[in-house]
């Protein structure tokens, strides 16, 4: 069976940080690109960021860049998020994706991790 799952979420203050992990198995994901989306409640999932299957490229969505940074160890079949400066509007659901086409589309992931809260209180 195929699993993603993420770990690393929880209560944080502004202005910390928290390193989101999400550990493959059932396959090996070497091959796939693998993204972080993220769902506040009443809001749409959303792009956070994406690194491509041999990590030589990483995209992010602008409203993340300069705070957070992905990076994978396809050794271990896994994905990190690195969230710096968070804020309180950073607050949802994170979920781990996988995929072979495109990097930033909700729709191209197949693969989806059951999601990881991250809160951050003012």
């Known amino acids: 069976q195929v699993q993603l799952v993420e770990s690393g979420g929880g209560l944080v203050q502004a202005g910390n940080s928290l390193r989101l992990s999400c550990a493959a198995s059932?396959?090996?994901?070497?091959?796939?690109?693998r993204g972080w989306f993220r769902q506040a409640p009443g809001k749409e999932r959303e792009f956070v960021a994406a690194?491509?299957?041999?990590?030589?490229?990483?995209y992010y969505a602008d409203f993340v860049k300069g705070r957070f940074t992905i990076s994978r160890d396809n050794a271990k079949n896994t994905v990190y998020l690195q969230a710096n400066s968070l804020k309180p509007e950073d607050t949802a659901v994170y979920y781990c994706?996988?995929?072979?086409?495109?990097?930033?589309?909700?729709?191209?992931?197949?693969?989806w991790g059951q999601g990881t809260q991250v809160t951050v209180s003012s």
């Open positions: 994706a996988a995929t072979k086409g495109a990097i930033s589309r909700v729709g191209e992931y197949g693969y």
């Open positions: 059932g396959r090996t994901f070497s091959t796939y690109n």
């Open positions: 690194i491509n299957w041999s990590g030589t490229s990483t």
